[in-house]
């Protein structure tokens, strides 16, 4: 049990639509970042949200997008889906404070554009 | 922007050998952190090491942080199947709001 849920597991999606991950950080965590892993490669930053803020933000182009909730739970919307943004997509959970401390990472969402 | 750079890439080993992963940057470093991720799995957090020369081991691994903390390098005596996996480093940018910037990874695979 990695303490990090992400939903779903397992995405397929059509070039130019749009898709939503979901992310319910480790008890006691309030800060979730998400991160892009495409195969074979370490995983890249998208960005970080803290108190419902987007805090920080990777290179990544604005199609990508998220949200946190009261309840420090995440999502992590991408537009005009593309093919490259085929990849894992993780999300990672820590609590303000401790220093970035062991980041607890979700299994991740599987994307696949076709 | 800072980068981390991992050697090597891959890594094939009899069970029982040894095994060693260097992670580098051309920059200072607050600190480094070692994950693994298993094939089909998701990173999982091993250790942070803060100190210049820190020197930290679990079981049969040792991590080690540079003098000048731009390098690290985690070690692996005997390796065994259940070390199996994709082993990455990954520096915390205080001063970007806390996020990983993560190394290529270096793949091993132990042959029994």
């Known amino acids: 049990d990695a303490g990090v849920t992400q939903s779903p597991t397992h995405l397929i999606k059509t070039r130019g639509q749009q898709v939503t991950l979901r992310c319910s950080p480790k008890s006691g965590h309030d800060t979730v970042s998400w991160y892009q892993q495409a195969l074979g490669q370490g995983p890249q930053f998208i960005f970080q949200y803290y108190e419902e803020e987007e805090r920080q933000r990777g290179n990544f182009p604005d199609r990508f997008s998220g949200h946190q909730f009261p309840n420090y739970s995440s999502e992590l919307n991408v537009n005009a889906l593309l093919l490259g943004d085929s990849a894992l997509y993780l999300c990672?959970?820590?609590?303000?404070?401790?220093?970035?401390?062991?980041?607890?990472f979700g299994s991740g969402t599987r994307l696949t554009v076709v | 922007g800072q980068q981390v750079m991992q050697i090597p890439q891959y890594q094939h080993v009899q069970e029982g050998e040894d095994f060693t992963t260097y992670c580098n940057s051309s920059?200072?470093?607050?600190?480094i952190q070692w994950y693994k991720q298993r094939p089909g799995g998701h990173p999982v957090f091993l250790i942070q090491l803060v100190k210049s020369g820190e020197v930290k081991k679990q079981k049969r691994l040792t991590f080690q942080f540079g003098e000048a903390k731009k390098n690290s390098s985690l070690h692996i005596t005997a390796t065994q199947t259940t070390d199996v996996g994709t082993y990455f480093c990954?520096?915390?940018?205080?001063?970007?709001?806390?996020?990983?910037?993560f190394g290529q990874g270096t793949e091993l695979s132990v042959k029994p």
């Open positions: 990672a959970s820590t609590r303000q404070g401790a220093g970035g401390y062991g980041y607890t």
């Open positions: 990954a520096a915390l940018s205080y001063n970007q709001g806390g996020k990983l910037i």
């Open positions: 920059t200072t470093l607050s600190n």
